[in-house]
């Protein structure tokens, strides 16, 4: 720890937010860099190639059969979250919406790219070494990138959208690392991604945002507070995350009744929690008031819980449970710790459920199909299921610590641009804008017309002497 | 009504805004009783549980059969338009966007708990006691809550946050009582749910709305309004109501042509309204000037009022004549009446529509199948139908304005921690409100200086006398 | 060139915004005349009538083969973006957002309907003279909106409620025989439209905003900038545009591998042109900040560019190579010009890719079905094809710049009822607005005690002396 503390001040240093050349540098570079590697590696797979015209014929296949309409509608679902669900659920900040909406943009379109190639290494790689794409990897990279969005809104305000990249390039990679050991290695079922994604991006944030530390932030702090019509646009993106979390964690499930399962528990977990946090946050409020806060962060909380588990057989009074609890947890959490361990839930609600699977619930084939227990894994049982989604967990957690503390580290480096303490939550920062005529200026026009009238009563009471 | 006038009086009592206990208790208490609920009564059906698997392959059927495709991509329509669409179109007025949003969620949430067991219990329950719920479940859960956000429209910024907890609890019963009558027992059509949902819900608020008149609320006049950035984000809502109408429509129609032909109807008629009630907006104002108040409003009205006869055979140039006479009626309605008669229009749309059904029209099994001429309804004739049509009009009729004085009697009851009348349509009474610095506090700022400049002329004034 | 300018000064005259009898005029006419012409032309089609019932038994098909369940996921995401996407995309104006998500939504309104007619006339006129509309008809309306809503945007602010009116009837008139020319005689494929929709839309746009050049436009520009606020509900434009492209893109793409090729390779060219868009802005800014014009502008310009090619083979790097260049040129063209070139790339992708397609890449069947080598075009090569996109481009841009002239000469009428200079960019001049509190009146409460401190002050003075 002591160590952590001196390489801390040893790169404090006079801030410097001019990214003239190394964000342009940095976006053509790694854009060329994506080209060449999709040259090298990317092709369309069976159902998105035109061979699919023969390839249906061979097999008395429809075009319904076509994954991509199992797939889209879930798909442009999960778009949505990523791109207006968290974008817009981090404008909460008064002066840091363009920030918040501008960068959470950037670090998806990039995000997505290098997830395809990553996730393709690890997941997909055919015989000819080549990654074949369909919709389920474009779901897939979404899912990725949404850990670095957990991870962004960590910083948020903190950092440039250099160390964005950054944290963008790491995050991925990290993820595709942390998701095949969780999946491929270890088999644990992990749907919605409470484990891979949540956990993950959640520690991962966390852990850099620890490493970045200022300690002498108050200094902005008129800046960190939300103002009445951001909380109004914060709400677009909590209700959009809301809304869609079914599709979330259903959308990469087992086609048939795991996608309709998925839906269904995430769905009722969802209204659960709404109702317990705002329980809570009015509870815990001297005057028994709602607090918006509680609501963009803690209504999501029993989604995230019930990713893991919701292809499984929660049944309805549970997911509810789960939203209770969640409800009750993330809210407290909110308002009596800055750590969230909240993710965890998720992981472990997975680990019961499945080692409590039983023949008798899922029927023979239900067991296998739902969790795939085929080929080496055919004679595993849950009880040892339960076993590997806990080890999963661990993996994650290990991962989100472990990449937050060295990420974090790069990251002090005094080359990327970020902002002082005094220019922290502010959009001017990075962003041209616009002169604010309506909010700003009144104060401004006040005080110019103050100091001529000091001018011009001083003249007079000079006159007056 | 004289009695209506001395229970109104003897319910006046000074205001107590304060739910610090009440709302807490009644959210732990009635969440817990949905978790005991459902562990009794809710089930998953058989396309929701994996021993689809051995149903799918006993009957040869594919994984597209299941429902799940037919209805999700229609489902998340539908549930935007809940917590988006209407939470949205609630937020014009200048301080009451946290309510609108907030307590639209809130109300949903719950809703929609109580609805999966209130239709349950009169629909879906099977020989063992227990309710299979589906997607189509999760579809009918979410217009049964519709109802009750058309029904806080009414009286949004009026009430408690345990004021609408209670409205929804009772709306939701009445609506499920109203609904198996109209459907099952007097079998009439109603996809779109113009009659059970939105006659209704629509007449349910007014009712209650005028239970808990306050003669003297002008006191709080100036926050009544709008202003120009509520109304931006008000028209979120009423687009993404807009848009999805078609969806909203057909959601539980019959797969294919039922399907396909409710949303050409719903999105024509919608299109149709658009001109007219622009007009006469436009017609109506002294500067030929639109008002978005009835576009906010009455744009909806052609999608309302196609709702029940979506389904049938009403022609394109049909759904156009509808939502032509629609938005100019909503429009009027809006600028010459408080109380809006518009939803039965919808209700008298599908009985003539129904009545006027033929086999030359339909063909012969597209009649049986479009009204469910079946079983113990195999000999009914169209021009019955058309009878059972506005027979379900009545009902639904019936239900809102008795259901709206009985719960209006109960909402006025000095428990329910409603707020004063010059504390109506003001977030400040139930939500935590971020210092608001670039809209309220230039107006503070700017009296703080002038109290100090006061201070100082005095003080200069007074060492010159 | 000279006639056109002295055709302009002909026209110019004192401006009356009063549209209190034109605008519901038109409004009732129009919508009159749509009532009349869907009654004697405009029918359901067979996947949309009753009788689908008997024509599933006949061919053995399944509800699911109804075009319906392939196409309904992709018009709602297009009715998105043409509502809420366009719509809000234009709010980025201090004081015309009212102007930009209404009038959008008249146009669009419209604008389908008239659409329906004039596509079913060119395209889907049976035997019977009938046109028969299905979902897919629903999608190509809102396709033909798109082009009149790029217009819009050129033209933004600088018009009234009826000259849009119009624009749009003649933009569409216009868009359907270019559409019909480019498809139908020709022959060039244009799923995603960057042909008909985006050129024809934005050259018809600039050549009525050049028609209706106002040389002393400065008085206004007070009210030409945006302010932080708009500048966020933009972006909800912008994303929902980028976010559903991919839909937009593959709406009427072929069933199975063709939808699905189209949505990966629009997918990933949007990716590609938000870094390069970034980069670009962050480039030529002096201090290396970004500027949300060109975000909300050019990170759109690799959906547009990929538009025609979508479909085709134009593989996953390739996609991102035209994302990248599109990025850097559209961002260029907002830096250096006004006129925006940009969508020409599209035609050219297009015309590229399909000159260059091959029996190797498609395999036999999969060139027939994507190029719709069947019929006259059976011995069509795809070098000849690349011929047929180019030839298409021309007309695309023929009609633009033809059609531009000719309405921008007819909306310099002095009937429109157009805003004086200083009244563009002014939502005063055609909406009734809210009084506005929180903006505006702090300024004015100052200047109103400021002149009553002056004369009190006066009084002080007077009453000294």
Redesign the interface.
């Known amino acids: 720890m002591g160590c952590i503390q001196s390489f801390r001040q040893l790169c404090d240093y006079p801030k410097n937010t ?4 190394s ?2 540098a940095v ?2 570079v ?3 860099a ?3 590697l ?2 090298i590696f ?3 797979n069976e ?8 390839h ?1 014929k061979a097999n008395n296949l ?5 994954d ?3 797939r ?3 798909f ?2 999960v ?2 979250m990523i ?2 669900g968290f ?2 659920l981090m ?1 909460f900040l ?2 840091y ?2 920030g918040a ?2 960068f959470n ?2 670090i998806a ?2 995000g ?2 290098w997830a395809l190639l990553m996730q393709g290494w690890f997941h997909s790689l055919d015989a000819e070494g080549k990654i074949r ?3 389920e990897n ?1 779901i897939n990279a979404d899912f990725c990138v949404a850990s670095c969005l957990i991870a962004y809104g960590a910083v948020l305000g903190k950092v440039s ?1 250099v160390q964005l990249l950054v944290l963008t390039l790491f995050g991925v990679t990290l993820f595709a690392v942390d998701e095949y050991i969780i999946v491929s290695v270890i088999h644990a079922r992990d749907a919605g991604g409470s484990m891979s994604i949540h956990t993950f991006g959640a520690y991962y944030g966390l852990c850099i945002s620890w490493m970045l530390y200022r300690p002498n932030l108050n200094q902005s702090s008129r800046l960190q ?9 914060a ?2 993106g909590t ?2 995350l ?3 979390w ?2 979330f964690n259903s959308a990469i499930s087992d ?3 795991g ?3 998925a ?2 528990n995430t ?2 977990a ?3 929690t ?3 946090c ?3 946050s ?2 815990f ?1 001297k ?6 806060v509680h ?1 963009q962060n803690s ?1 999501l909380a029993g989604g995230v819980a019930v990713g893991t588990a919701a292809e499984f ?1 929660l ?3 549970g997911a ?2 789960v939203g ?1 609890c969640c409800g009750i947890i993330s809210t407290l959490g909110y308002i009596y710790l800055t750590l969230r361990f909240l993710r965890l839930i998720g992981g472990i609600v997975g680990a019961i459920t499945a080692a409590s699977a039983s023949k008798s ?3 023979e ?3 296998i ?2 969790f795939d227990f085929e080929g080496k894994f055919k004679d595993v049982v849950p009880t040892q299921q339960g076993g590997y989604q806990a080890a999963g967990l661990c993996v994650a957690l290990c991962f989100g610590v472990g990449g937050g503390i060295l990420v974090g580290c790069i990251l002090r480096l005094p080359i990327w641009g970020d902002p002082a303490d005094d220019n922290c939550f502010n959009d001017e920062a ?11 200026s ?2 401004l ?2 005080n110019n ?2 100091q001529n009238k000091d001018v011009a009563e001083s003249h007079f009471t000079m006159e007056q002497t």
Chains 1, 2, 3 share one sequence.
């Not at 001019?18 to 050349?21: G, Q, T």
């Not at 159902?47 to 023969?54: I, N, T």
């Not at 507070?225 to 646009?233: A, E, I, K, R, T």
């Not at 005057?287 to 918006?292: A, Q, R, S, V, Y």
């Open positions: 001019n990214v003239h050349i964000f342009p976006c053509f790694w854009q060329t994506m080209i060449i999709f040259g990317i092709r369309y159902e998105s190639d035109p061979h699919w015209v023969e249906k429809s075009d319904l059969d076509n991509f309409y199992f889209y509608p879930s442009q679902d778009h949505v791109f207006i974008g817009f404008t008064k002066r919406s363009f909406v501008g943009f950037l379109a990039f997505i790219q794409i369909g919709v474009l959208n507070g939300s103002v009445y019509h951001s909380d109004v646009f709400m677009i209700l959009f809301w809304m869609f079914p599709s086609h048939g009744d996608q309709h399962r839906v269904i769905y009722l969802l209204a659960s709404v109702l317990t705002m329980a809570i009015s509870l409020n005057h028994g008031k709602l607090d918006m609501i209504t057989m049944m309805p009074y509810l449970i209770f619930v899922y029927g084939e239900g067991l199909n739902t990075y962003w041209e804008l616009p002169e604010d005529e309506e909010a700003a009144p104060v026009h006040y017309h103050m």
